[in-house]
């Protein structure tokens, strides 16, 4: 019998950690496109619809995004970190204060999202849209923004300490107060005015 009762509680807890997320929370959100403050680390939702859906901090902690589509989506002080966002189209979302850290956006679609006081340190936007994108205040040190399409965004007050912005096109891009240590500009060469 006790040996059953652990069997059990072993199952339990490797299902727990295979999944990471709750299933509730899944199965609201496939359903409503609303999930507040709910728990959907490492959940695989790539290449899924979610237009306008409603995640405000919610923990999307190593989840699988890549190819979806979250135009007009409100993410804002959600913890996508280490999240794959490859190729996902972010359109107009809201990503203030929320944490993409070690996230990879790279090929993503980010135009005119909200990324205002976003922790996007070290995250992957390399060859990503970021037109007139709103990254005021935003902490992208040692970020990888090669490539990147940066025209007319907002970097005002972001900090770009160690980001590579090799290649990337800052035509009519703001950014004032932005600071610029170890920063890697678009021709190669390396920017330390706030050193």
Do not use: H
Request: hydrophobic share 40%.
């Amino acid at each position: 019998m006790q040996n059953q009762i652990v069997y059990t509680i072993s199952i339990t807890l490797l299902a727990m950690q295979a999944f990471g997320y709750d299933r509730k929370d899944l199965d609201k959100l496939l359903s409503t496109s609303e999930c507040v403050k709910c728990d959907l680390s490492e959940a695989d939702l790539g290449g899924s619809l979610l237009m306008g859906a409603t995640l405000i901090s919610t923990n999307l902690t190593g989840a699988k995004l890549q190819e979806a589509n979250l135009t007009n989506a409100n993410l804002s002080e959600a913890n996508l970190f280490g999240a794959n966002l490859t190729g996902t189209n972010l359109t107009e979302a809201n990503l203030s204060e929320a944490d993409l850290s070690w996230a990879d956006l790279s090929e993503a679609n980010l135009s005119e999202a909200n990324f205002s006081k976003a922790n996007l340190s070290r995250t992957n936007l390399r060859e990503t849209n970021l037109q007139k994108a709103d990254l005021r205040g935003a902490d992208l040190r040692s970020a990888d923004l090669r490539e990147a399409v940066l025209v007319a965004a907002y970097l005002n007050e972001a900090n770009l300490d160690g980001a590579d912005m090799r290649k990337a096109n800052l035509y009519r891009a703001s950014m004032g107060g932005a600071i610029l240590c170890n920063t890697i500009d678009p021709e190669g060469g390396k920017n330390n005015k706030d050193c």
